[in-house]
């Protein structure tokens, strides 16, 4: 069984910089589609990008495309999300997930491994 423990959030000021990290434990992560989401206080999480097993297809929210690049190694059982540009409206709590099914989805009822969540907060 894979598990999924996030990193690297913190405190930005707005059109900063951030680098999340999600290393996962587990011998067949290379077999996993994984993604991250986000949660904003008092809202519904939501999709913000995708990541095919073998790194060939990427797929991102529409509103992320151009400022956030998500990308894994393999090797180290571990994916990334690259986030520029913060705006204050990215402040929310994110997570890393994952899935067997091979489907690169936007609905986090796809997903059936999650971490714990890591905190980004952008100031204006």
């Known amino acids: 069984q894979v598990q999924l423990v996030e990193s690297g959030g913190g405190l930005v000021q707005a059109g900063g910089s951030l680098k999340l990290s999600c290393p996962a434990s587990?011998?067949?992560?290379?077999?996993?589609?994984t993604a991250w989401f986000r949660q904003a206080p008092g809202q519904e999480r939501e999709f913000v990008a995708a990541i095919s097993w073998r790194s060939e297809t990427t797929y991102y929210r529409d509103s992320m495309k151009g400022r956030f690049t998500i990308s894994r190694e393999n090797a180290k059982n571990t994916m990334y999300l690259q986030m520029n540009s913060l705006k204050p409206e990215d402040t929310a709590v994110y997570y890393c997930?994952?899935?067997?099914?091979?489907?690169?989805?936007?609905?986090?009822?796809?997903?059936?491994?999650w971490g714990q969540g890591t905190q980004v907060t952008v100031s204006s």
């Open positions: 997930a994952a899935n067997r099914s091979g489907i690169l989805a936007e609905s986090k009822y796809e997903y059936n491994l």
């Open positions: 587990g011998r067949t992560f290379s077999l996993y589609v």
